[in-house]
C-alpha cells in the first residue's frame, strides 16, 4: 500500500478543491515575482486560507499571518504553515479577544509591505497604532463587507497612508462567496450544530444584502418558510418580490423559529425582541462582527444559562422559554464547533482576487494614491475565465457585428 501521505498534510483536501490558486502557484513559483516582498494576511485561518498562505509564498512572498476571528482558527493548519521557512504565525487555536489583539500588534511590528484584511482589522490597527509602519506600506486588500465600512470611514476621515483595494466589492468575490459561500455554510452549520432540520422552520433572515439573500433564499430552497427584516426599503421590496414575507423585527421576533442576522451592522436583534420569541427559538448570526445578537441583552434578562450541546448557550427566561443561541452569537459558519467556514470552491475565488490585488500593486507596479479602490475590472474578467477554465467551462466571444452593435447608439439597421 502506498503511503497516505494527505493524512499528514491538513491542507490536502482543500487544494483539490482551490484550482485557481493551483494554477497561480504552478504559473510563479518558477520565477517567484513576490520575492523581496513581505505580506501580511489576516483570515480565519483553515485549510483554505493555508492555501492561500502557501500561494503567496510560493510566488516567492514572505508571509505573515494572523487571525481575524479569535475563534475561527485550526491548530493544525497553522503549525503545519508556521513550520515552513518564510511563513509566521501569530495565531494559536482558542485564543482570547486579548491574545488575538497581541498577536495582530506583534505582526504589525514586524513591517509587512502588503495587508491582505479580513474585517480591516490589521489595517485600522497599523493607522492607530503603528503610524511608522503604516507610513512604509505599499498597499492593501480587504475581503470582507464589514471591513471596507470600516475602510470607507476611514476614507472620509481622510487618514488612510496607503491605497487599499476593496476585494469584497468585486463581482468574483461577493457574487459567489457572499452569496452562495456563507448562505450554504451557515444553514449547513446551523444543522449540524442543533442536529434540527431547516425545512418547515420559519427562518428569520436579518438583512437582504448579499449574504443574508443567499441564505434566505437557500433557506426556502430547504423547504423553510422565510421572512426578511430589512432597513432598506428596496431590499425590503427586492425580498418581497423573490418571494419571502418581509416585516419589522417586532413582529418577526414572534414568528421565527430560527433567527440568523446578516446585516453587517450592530443591536439587530435586541432585549424586546428576545422578551416576545417562542420557547425553543434558535438564534444565530453569519455577520462579521459578534454584535448583530445583543448576548449581553440575553444574559440580563435569563435566570440560569446552561450548554445543552456543544456549540449551544442555552439562556432560561424567567417564565420557562428557553432561546438558543449558536456559536456564542458570533460568525455561525466559522466558528461553532463543526464549522469548516465556506465551501473550498468558493474561497479559491476569494482568494484568488485578493492575490491579484497584491499582484497588481506589487508586481504590475500599479501606482495608486492613498484611499480605497475597486479591483479592475480586467482582472475580475481574468479571475473568472481562469475559474471557467478549471471547470471545463468556455463562454461566447462577441463577433464583430456585435461589439459594433454594443458601441453605437443610432442602430440604423432595426426595423423599429
Ligand atoms: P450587504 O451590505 O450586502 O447587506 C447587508 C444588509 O443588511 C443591507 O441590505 C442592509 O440594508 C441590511 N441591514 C443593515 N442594518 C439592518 C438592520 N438593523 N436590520 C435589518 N437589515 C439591516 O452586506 P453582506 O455582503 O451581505 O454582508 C453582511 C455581513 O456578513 C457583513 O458583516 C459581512 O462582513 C459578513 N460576511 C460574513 C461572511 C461569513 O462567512 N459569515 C462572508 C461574507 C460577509
Redesign the pocket.
Known amino acids: 500500500m502506498t503511503p497516505d501521505t494527505d493524512s499528514d498534510d491538513p491542507l490536502a483536501w482543500a487544494r483539490d478543491y482551490t484550482p485557481i490558486l493551483k494554477s497561480f502557484q504552478e504559473e510563479y513559483g518558477e520565477n517567484k515575482p513576490l520575492e523581496g516582498y513581505t505580506i501580511a494576511f489576516a483570515s480565519?485561518l483553515e485549510a483554505k486560507t493555508g492555501v492561500a498562505i502557501e500561494t503567496l509564498h510560493e510566488a516567492g512572498a514572505e508571509v505573515l499571518f494572523a487571525p481575524s476571528e479569535p475563534q475561527s482558527t485550526h491548530g493544525e493548519v497553522v503549525e503545519a504553515l508556521d513550520a515552513r521557512d518564510g511563513i509566521t504565525a501569530f495565531a494559536q487555536e482558542g485564543m482570547t479577544d486579548e491574545a488575538f489583539d497581541t498577536a495582530q500588534h506583534d505582526l504589525l511590528a514586524h513591517g509587512p509591505d502588503f495587508i491582505l484584511d479580513d474585517?480591516c482589522e490589521l489595517i485600522a490597527k497599523v493607522h492607530a497604532d503603528h503610524p511608522d509602519v503604516a507610513a512604509d506600506v505599499i498597499g492593501g486588500g480587504e475581503q470582507?463587507?464589514?471591513?471596507?465600512?470600516r475602510l470607507e470611514a476611514m476614507e472620509t476621515e481622510d487618514v488612510l497612508e496607503f491605497p487599499v483595494y476593496g476585494v469584497?466589492d468585486t463581482p468574483m468575490k461577493?457574487f459567489f462567496?457572499?452569496v452562495h459561500?456563507?448562505g450554504e455554510?451557515?444553514l449547513t452549520n446551523i444543522a449540524i450544530t442543533s442536529n434540527t432540520i431547516i425545512s418547515g422552520k420559519d427562518v428569520v433572515v436579518?438583512?437582504?444584502?448579499?449574504?443574508?439573500?443567499?441564505i434566505a433564499n437557500k433557506a426556502r430552497g430547504m423547504g423553510a418558510k422565510t421572512i426578511v427584516?430589512?432597513?432598506?426599503p428596496r431590499?425590503a421590496l427586492q425580498a418581497h418580490m423573490d418571494g419571502h414575507r418581509v416585516m419589522d423585527?417586532d413582529e418577526a421576533a414572534e414568528a421565527g423559529d430560527l433567527f440568523i442576522?446578516?446585516?453587517?451592522?450592530r443591536?439587530?436583534i435586541r432585549i424586546e425582541h428576545f422578551e416576545q420569541m417562542a420557547d425553543g427559538v434558535l438564534l444565530a448570526n453569519?455577520?462579521?462582527?459578534d454584535v448583530?445578537i445583543v448576548v449581553p441583552a440575553l444574559e440580563e434578562l435569563a435566570a440560569e444559562v446552561t450548554t445543552p450541546k456543544e456549540g449551544i448557550t442555552r439562556y432560561h427566561m424567567p417564565d420557562g422559554r428557553r432561546l438558543n443561541l449558536l456559536a456564542e452569537g458570533r460568525?455561525?459558519?466559522?466558528t461553532g464547533p463543526y464549522s469548516q467556514?465556506?465551501p473550498a470552491e468558493v474561497m479559491d475565488t476569494t482568494f484568488a482576487m485578493m492575490f491579484v490585488a497584491a499582484y497588481d500593486m506589487l508586481v504590475d507596479g500599479t501606482d495608486l494614491a492613498p484611499g480605497l479602490y475597486n479591483i479592475p475590472d480586467r482582472l475580475d474578467r481574468e479571475v473568472a475565465h481562469r475559474k471557467l477554465d478549471t471547470l471545463g467551462l468556455s463562454t461566447e466571444e462577441m463577433i464583430e457585428s456585435q461589439r459594433a452593435y454594443a458601441e453605437e447608439w443610432e442602430h440604423p439597421d432595426s426595423s423599429f
Open positions: 480565519h474585517g470582507t463587507t464589514a471591513g471596507i465600512t469584497n461577493h462567496d457572499n459561500g456563507t455554510s451557515s436579518c438583512g437582504y444584502g448579499y449574504c443574508g439573500r443567499g427584516t430589512e432597513v432598506d431590499k423585527m442576522t446578516a446585516t453587517g451592522n443591536d439587530v453569519s455577520g462579521h462582527f448583530e460568525l455561525v459558519n466559522l467556514g465556506h
